[in-house]
Each structure stands twice: as C-alpha cells, then as structure tokens.
C-alpha cells in the first residue's frame, strides 16, 4: 500500500472519528481511542457505569465501519455453546439449530460485542479468548475464521454480586480498557437530558455516516500502517523503561500516596501488552499526520494500554481503578525521554 | 620694633574688650525671674576626671529675654581672684520653651574637675552671670546671678601613701582598662560576621552555582561551551539538557507539563519560546531521525540555550532581546 493510500485511510479515520463524535457527544477522547484500536487491529474493553453510552457508542462505531455487528449480554447462566448456535423447534415440529452470534456473520464479522463480560461464567471467557487470540473457532465438525473481528466488551465496575472478575489473561488479550464516564459539564449534562435526539438511540445512531471505507481492508491498512511509522533507537529505550517501571515502579522513584510501592505490583506489563502499545502509538503518529512516533503517541495511550494489564497486590486489588490510573501518571511524569 | 610694639599693645587693647566686668550691668528685678536649680547629691569627695551636673531652670517675665550668647562657654576655666580653679565647663544643652508670659530655659550643665589635693580642699563652681534684655529698651541690658556651688575635693591616694607600689594590697586588683565594651563590639562583630556568611550562602546557593546544590545547567554550559560541533556533541547535550529540566522539576518534562516547570521557576516562562525550539530539535534529533539541520549553528543555539537555562537556574530574567530564535524547521 503506497504512501498516498495511507494519506486517504488517514483521511477515512478522521472521518469516522468525526462521525463518532457527532452521534456521541464529550467522548472524543475514547472515540480516538477506539478509533485507534480499530486501526491498530485490537480488542477493547469498556469500562463504565450503567446507562452512559456505551452500546451507542459501539453501535455507531459498527455502522460507520460496516461489517457484521453482532451482540451479546453476559449473564450468570450464559453458556460457550449460546455464542455458537440456538436450538430450536420449527414449524415443521422438528428440532433445528441456526448460528449462534458468533457464526451469524460468517467472515464479515466484523463488531461483537459483549456486554457486561463479567456476569458470564469463566467457561465463556475462555471460549472468547480463543476467538480473540486465534480468532478461529472449531464447531459442528469444521473451522470458522473471523480474520476481521473486534472484540468490543464491558465490565460493570459498580455491581460485584454474581460478577466474575476477568482473569488477568483475558484483560490481557484486550488492546485497550477505556474509561467512559460522562464528563461533568452542566451545559453537556442538560443537552443529555432534554435534548430530545439524545433520547432514541437507534435514531441517534443513524445519524452516522453508513459503511465509509471496506472493512475488509483494515488488516491490510494496519499492517502499512506498523511498517511504515518509525520508531527510533531512543524511543526504543523509552519504551523499554516504561515497561521496566510497570514491572518495578520503585527503580524509577515512581511514588503513590499511601500505597507501599515495593509491594503494589505481582506482575508488570506483558510483552504483549507492550507490543500493543507500541501499535497502538505507531496508529497515533500516523492519525496526527506524523512518521515517527514520539513520546506524546505512548503517553496518548499509556493508561489504555498497560494499567489493565497490571497485577496488583489482592490487598491493593479492590482500589484498582483508582492505584492504576496514579501509577500509570506517576510513570509517566519519572520515565525520561530521551 | 615700632610696629611690634604696636601690634602688641592692640591685642592687649582686643583682650581687655573682651573681659566684661559684671558689675557693668544692673541686676535684673527678681519679680521677672524665677530661678530653680538641681544641685547634685554628692557635695564632697570629687577627685580629678569627675563630672558634676547641675541642672538650672530659669523663667523669665517677658518683655525680659535670655542674652543666649551670656551663657557659659564650654571649655571655659572656671577662676577665683584670678587663679584657676581646675574645673572646666565640659559641656551645655537647653531647652527653650516660651509661652505667652514667660520664656523658661532648662539648662544642663556638666563641669569636669580637673584639680587634685594631698587633702580635702574646699572648692566651688564660681557664680556665673547671665544678661537680660528688654527688647523695648535695647540699651538696657541687666544681668542675673547663678549662684556659686559649693564642693570639696578630695585626694586619690591617703595622704602620705603617694606611691602606689606601696600599697600593693591583695584585696585590690591591678588597675586594668574595663574590657567590657571591647568584649561586646567583638560579640556584635562576630554576631555579624556569622549572619553576613549565611546570607551569602544562602544568595550563592539559592541564586548561583555551588557544588551539590542541583544547580545542573551551570555544569552542562562549562562542560559543553568549548566543545566542538558534532552531531554526538549534539545529541549528548540535548540529552544533558532534558535531565536537567528532569531534576528541575523533580519528573520528566515534556512539552505538555511546561506549566510545571514554569510554577517551578518564574525565570524559565521567559523563555518559553527557546524551550519550544528546544524540544522541537530534540523530537527532531531523537524521535525523527531529521538531518537537515546546520550543526555549527545548532550547536551555537544550544550553548545559548544552555546558558539562559543556568541564568534562569539562577533566578535571573533572560531579557527577550537576547533570545535568539532556531533556524531549524
């Protein structure tokens, strides 16, 4: 794929990030993020309360890429086979089976999102994770391939009754986990309220631009996308030593408030989650119209990218949210670059 | 010899003008004056160096004043039937207060005696004459008498004991000079001496370089001024110059987190400018791999840069003229 073709993808991704941005408003953040997760080819977890926009968000994301977009609600009595197929009794008085979410798509899947991941059992999770590592899945006796799935989910943080926490492998096959919380601005606030287009989603939602570019090709797009950002010898090292103070906070004089350091972290971040951070730096430079990553693309996906990944200490565990986002800052701010 | 003689006999002429005899002058009318003097306690006993003060408040009825020019002159002997007495007027201050019917002087006079006996002798501070006037009749001029006060002075040593290695006593110590005031001088003068060495410590070590005191601009610009202009000199003092801004501000700078650095040290708002170019150059160098740049003259920025960051370090403000813009793009 020649520069040029770069040029207009870039110009593509601005568009659908634009798009986003007009059906879900004061989320441009996470839009980017998203927007760079999708180009960087990797699964993304959503974290937010109840009720803030989040399948709206994806649904628009869905509609603008194209693709098939399928859904699913994670609950206590979810089962792996209730993603592959239904079984059902037809009219004729026969027992049928249709494809599951999972197969509905075929190939085009290109959305599927889970929403409240942690209400379904560890059976489910282990069956994503397969999808999203290998996206292959074996049934009825044959091979399925999902060469253009994202995996979108969300985790309700609030709720811990019938909840199972994702283990740490899982939320480390997720590119990113994105905050979404609706930002306290009384003008924003009012608009949600009585603005009446906020109030039908579906309709909100069509307000999207359909289909903008062949999903198809956004593999390809990524992989010119990864060969073609550079990433120089210091940026190198920063990046090295980022992942250093992830594993030992401490060799960099990384300081939390009434946490004890030494103690926080069982487990850094994993040269997978580095190797996503780096891709999801190298989308970044190139949505800003760059051809080198700089410090400010990792800084721009720092948090997204690694505080998921991190295993903190069970006493520490409970704080999560608010330890990794200090940590990752408190990084950031010791790790020098060059 | 004429002209001598001549000269002399018109001094003398000048010096007996200028004895005035106080009984020219008629004594004023004690209805115009009130007199008050404060004697001292001590009447006996004064030996030579003493002071007596003595303090006289006067009133005078008006149309009356004081000839203030009659008052007695400090250094002036005092002397009896012509013969000096050994005691000297030292010193003399008033106080004039005048109101609508009286003019009152409050005079403080300080005599020093100057004289010595084998015995106790009586002494005395001879009268002294002070002149009125009315200044309705000018011509008229009247005097008023201080009394004389009357003292006695006594010897230093016992009579008969004149010379002082024989009385040697145990009891008395050698006559030393009182070390109290040289003592206090050297206190104050070390008390000083103490603050003025911390106060320069403090301006050196707060405003300037002095070893361990983080001041790490200082160092880089003398480790960096002489060199010369090669890319790895570049780069290294690039290098030099973000950990520098690092220990400035206790954490990593970069170009969103300036404001920290700015809250941190005032002077380096001032050249903000130079800092943008600065990591402009460095995301250049380090980030983008771009070579297009002149290395003489970057080298030059940069040691220009570095020297308003160590004046900066030291609080000083970089005057915006001096600011030179990097031509690099």
């Known amino acids: ?338 | 010899m004429h002209k001598l003689f001549g000269f002399l006999i018109f001094l003398l002429t000048i010096s007996l003008n200028a004895y005035e005899d106080p009984n020219k002058f008629k004594d004023i009318d004690p209805k115009f004056i009130e007199l008050n003097i404060v004697e001292p306690n001590q009447r006996v006993g004064y030996t030579v160096g003493d002071i007596i003060n003595r303090q006289i408040t006067i009133s005078i009825k008006k149309p009356y004043q004081l000839i203030e020019e009659s008052l007695p002159i400090v250094g002036y002997e005092k002397r009896y039937r012509g013969k000096l007495l050994g005691m000297t007027l030292r010193d003399i201050q008033y106080i004039k207060k005048n109101t609508k019917d009286l003019i009152t002087y409050k005079i403080f006079l300080k005599y020093q005696i100057f004289t010595n006996n084998v015995v106790a002798k009586p002494a005395f501070i001879t009268a002294d004459y002070y002149r009125l006037i009315n200044p309705i009749e000018p011509d008229n001029v009247v005097k008023f008498r201080i009394p004389e006060l009357t003292i006695a002075t006594s010897p230093i040593a016992i009579f008969g004991a004149v010379k002082v290695e024989d009385d040697m006593s145990a009891f008395r110590g050698p006559l030393t000079i009182d070390k109290m005031p040289s003592n206090q001088k050297i206190r104050y003068g070390a008390v000083g001496f103490v603050i003025s060495i911390l106060t320069l410590f403090y301006i050196y070590s707060r405003y300037t370089w002095l070893p361990k005191q983080n001041k790490v601009f200082s160092s880089v610009y003398r480790k960096y001024k002489n060199k010369n202009a090669t890319k790895k000199e570049i780069e290294l003092l690039i290098s030099e110059l973000h950990h520098g801004f690092n220990l400035t501000i206790n954490q990593a700078l970069f170009t969103n987190n300036k404001e920290r650095l700015f809250k941190k040290n005032k002077s380096f708002n001032y050249i903000e400018a130079e800092i943008n170019d600065f990591f402009k150059l460095s995301k250049a160098i380090n980030f983008e791999r771009k070579n297009n740049f002149n290395l003489a003259e970057t080298y030059a920025w940069l040691i220009s840069f570095t020297l308003h960051c160590r004046m900066c370090e030291r609080g000083l403000i970089i005057d915006s003229g001096d600011i030179k813009k990097l031509g690099f793009k």
Not at chain 1, 141 to 158: C, G, M, T
Not at chain 1, 217 to 242: F, G, H, P, R, W
């Open chain 1, 1 to 338: 794929m020649s520069d040029q073709n770069l040029a207009e993808w870039r110009k593509l991704a601005l568009t659908l990030e634009g798009e986003v941005n007009k059906v879900i408003v004061g989320q441009e953040s996470p839009i980017k993020l998203i927007t760079t997760s999708i180009f960087a080819r990797g699964h993304v977890l959503l974290e937010g309360d109840v009720g803030v926009g989040k399948t709206t968000l994806l649904k628009a994301f869905a509609r603008s890429i194209g693709g098939g977009y399928e859904r699913i609600e994670g609950t206590i009595d979810l089962m792996p086979n209730d993603l592959i197929y239904h079984t059902y009794l037809g009219e004729d008085g026969k027992p049928h089976v249709s494809n599951g979410p999972i197969l509905k798509s075929g190939e085009d899947l290109s959305i599927f999102f889970f929403n409240e991941i942690n209400r379904a059992r560890p059976q489910v999770h282990s069956l994503l994770l397969r999808i999203m590592a290998e996206k292959t899945l074996s049934a009825f006796n044959s091979e399925y391939k999902f060469p253009h799935l994202i995996v979108f989910a969300d985790r309700n943080q609030v709720e811990k009754e019938e909840t199972f926490e994702i283990p740490s492998a899982a939320r480390d096959r997720f590119m990113m986990e994105i905050p979404i919380v609706i930002p306290e601005i009384d003008e924003l606030m009012t608009s949600l309220v009585f603005d009446t287009k906020f109030h039908d989603a579906d309709k909100l939602i069509e307000e999207a631009k359909p289909e903008l570019f062949k999903f198809d090709k956004l593999n390809e797009v990524s992989e010119n996308i990864q060969k073609n950002i550079d990433a120089t010898e210091a940026l190198k090292t920063y990046s090295l030593n980022l992942w250093k103070a992830t594993k030992n906070p401490s060799l960099y004089d990384v300081k939390i408030s009434g946490i004890d350091v030494e103690r926080l972290i069982i487990s850094g971040a994993s040269p997978r989650g580095i190797s996503m951070m780096m891709k999801c730096a190298r989308v970044n430079a190139w949505m800003d119209n760059r051809s080198s990553v700089l410090p400010e693309d990792i800084h721009a996906v720092f948090h997204e990218t690694i505080a998921h990944r991190l295993v903190f200490n069970p006493v520490y565990e409970l704080r999560r949210t608010e330890i990794a986002k200090e940590l990752t800052k408190e990084i950031i701010n010791k790790v020098s670059a060059p």
